[in-house]
């Protein structure tokens, strides 16, 4: 198992980026994927994730309508597209999985059982 997480990069504030998750040993279809972020100094948060089995999508309210997540299952890849960025939005990004397979809607960290490496995202002024 496992997540592979790239697309970071240094970018304007008001620019994109989208990132990327690789997972490999699971099937996107049955388990759940997140993607967090940790800040210098600051707690890991969840961003956004997408739901196993139906899809639903799930984002933290300081990216609603800037952040979107997708899933390619056919490339086992999870998205996290990211518009609008500022400053605030500069951390170190994690894709994480529930290995489990269970049903649930939330950024949760401790319903996250595996994790990738980051990718670092940063947003100049």
């Known amino acids: 198992v496992q997540l592979q997480a790239s697309g970071g990069g240094l970018v304007q504030a008001g620019g994109s980026l989208r990132l990327s998750c690789a997972v490999s040993?699971?099937?996107?279809?049955?388990?759940?994927i997140g993607w967090f972020r940790q800040a210098p100094g600051k707690e890991r948060e969840g961003v956004a994730c997408?739901?196993?089995?139906?899809?639903?999508?799930v984002y933290t309210d300081s990216v609603k309508g800037r952040f979107t997540i997708s899933r390619d299952n056919a490339k086992n890849t999870v998205y996290l597209q990211m518009d609008n960025l500022t400053p605030a939005d500069t951390a170190v990004y994690y894709c994480?999985?529930?290995?489990?397979?269970?049903?649930?809607?939330?950024?949760?960290?401790?319903?996250?059982?595996?994790w990738g490496r980051g990718t670092l995202v940063t947003v100049s002024s």
């Open positions: 997408i739901s196993a089995y139906d899809g639903r999508r």
């Open positions: 994480a999985g529930d290995l489990n397979g269970r049903s649930f809607y939330t950024l949760d960290l401790g319903n996250y059982n595996f």
């Open positions: 040993g699971f099937n996107l279809d049955y388990h759940a």
